[in-house]
């Protein structure tokens, strides 16, 4: 069984992905409803609430984490990684969205030629994973000649979650945080955060046809099927009839409102916890 975890809904785009490339696996997934957003907190806090979230996981059985929440991922993933992990949970696997995220582009550049190379990268999340700078120390890390520009995008994910994707308004917003990177000449554009994925067809419309815009997504999706061959000792069964389980720390109708429209299909089996 592989858990996911994200502060509420979001982190539905990339179990999407997961349904679509990889059904075969049961999967639980948990959103923090309760304590949504992430974006705009501290990282103490954001880091106590993910080892609840792992905590309860594990507990639940399963055997991997992926921590779809790209705020999550930047600001408390390595500590769990290093400190938490070892200690409590010795052998099990904590994964994040953003070093799949980093070897996209570096791994697309690799196949580019001189003359088409991608030089400037763009980036845009929350304040938090903006701040955290995460994106860009493991972009340098694997290619240090790379120029990265970043953009927080603090009211898209509100605007999203009203389902004002569509609207006028959100458009030119989100024009607005696009701008400084088009002036900049940015040539492919992160979308560091679990709600982008529902402008893509107005972020690529606005980034213009040159702009290399994966959907993270399917980047995360493609990685962990990956991970997974290289790692047969987790011993992840896949079965003929998987089961899809969701809990939320609030309301079960709020997320099955909302969360169907970030999955694209109905969630059945749901329950309310806290952690
Ligand atoms: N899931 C968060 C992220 O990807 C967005 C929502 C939040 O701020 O909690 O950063």
Redesign the pocket.
Known sequence: MIGVF???V??LTVLKSFLDFLPQYDYVYLGDNAR????NKSQETIYNYTKQAVDFLFARGCKLIIIA???ASAKALRRIQQDYLPLKYPGQKVLGVIRPLVEEIVSENNLRSKKDRINKVGII??KA?INSEVYCKELIKLDPTLEIIQQAAPLL?PLIEEDWSKKPETKMILKKYLRPLKVRGVQTLILG???YPFLLKYIRRLMGKKCLIFDPGVSVARSLMAYLSRHPELAIEKTAKPNYFFYTTDSTEHFKELGEKFLGQKIEKIEKIEL
């Open positions: 994200d502060s509420g979001g982190g949504v957003p992430y974006g929440c790209n705020s999340g929350t994973t994910v955060c679990t709600h």
